[in-house]
């Protein structure tokens, strides 16, 4: 398979305030990590990666964020936020003619990505254009054309099923980046690359 640019796999872990545990809520959730994968728009092969944690400004992350991702306060205090991460990752990201975004479930990491960026003043479409290939969809279609079950679809069980679940470590970002890939890699490839 080629594409006409690279593929840019992206994964966000986020936290929210406490009270918002389960919700998913966009408005009120902030980055606490980026992590992507640059894919070759011609082998699909992994060239280059980005992964930083970011401090949030609006919240400390709460201890069932720290429960589901790892990422603890003290891992975070040090670091830059959005407002300096930001800019970082669109320039590692490139011109938004030469990439198209990727993620395992893009309704919820490209919303807020852009949410991000727009509250920092940072400049999202002169990055990336338009919308996100959704790597679920991608996945679907493989399940299906495997025989297998397609209906309440989580990264973990499709890389299970993929016999993939073994090579990644879910609820860090540029891991679950990486994992996101090979289900790109397995549809039309037939394998992930290593």
């Known amino acids: 398979m080629r594409y006409t640019t690279d593929i840019v ?3 966000l872990e986020a936290s929210c305030p406490a009270e918002d545990q389960g919700n998913n809520t ?12 640059r894919l070759d728009r011609r082998s699909l092969e992994v060239v280059d990666e980005f992964s930083e944690l970011v401090r949030p400004e609006d919240h400390p992350i709460p201890p069932f964020i720290t429960d589901i991702t790892g990422i603890s306060p003290a891992m975070v205090a040090d670091r830059d936020t959005f407002a300096a991460v930001g800019p970082r990752f669109l320039a590692w990201y490139g011109p938004r003619n030469k990439a198209i975004i990727a993620a395992f479930g893009a309704y919820y990491d490209i919303p807020l990505l852009r949410k991000e960026c727009d509250r920092y003043g940072l400049d999202y479409r002169s990055h990336i254009a338009g919308g996100a290939f959704d790597l679920r969809a991608v996945a679907t279609v493989w399940l299906a054309a495997n025989d297998h079950r397609t209906s309440g679809l989580t990264l973990e069980s499709i890389l299970a099923r993929m016999d993939l679940a073994e090579r990644f470590t879910a609820h860090r970002a540029v891991e679950d980046a990486r994992a996101a890939a090979a289900v790109l890699q397995m549809h039309h490839l037939g394998r992930a690359l290593d």
Do not use: K, L
Request: negative net charge.
């Open 26 to 37: 966009i408005e009120r959730s902030s980055i606490i990590e980026i992590g992507a994968v």
């Open 9 to 11: 796999v992206i994964d």
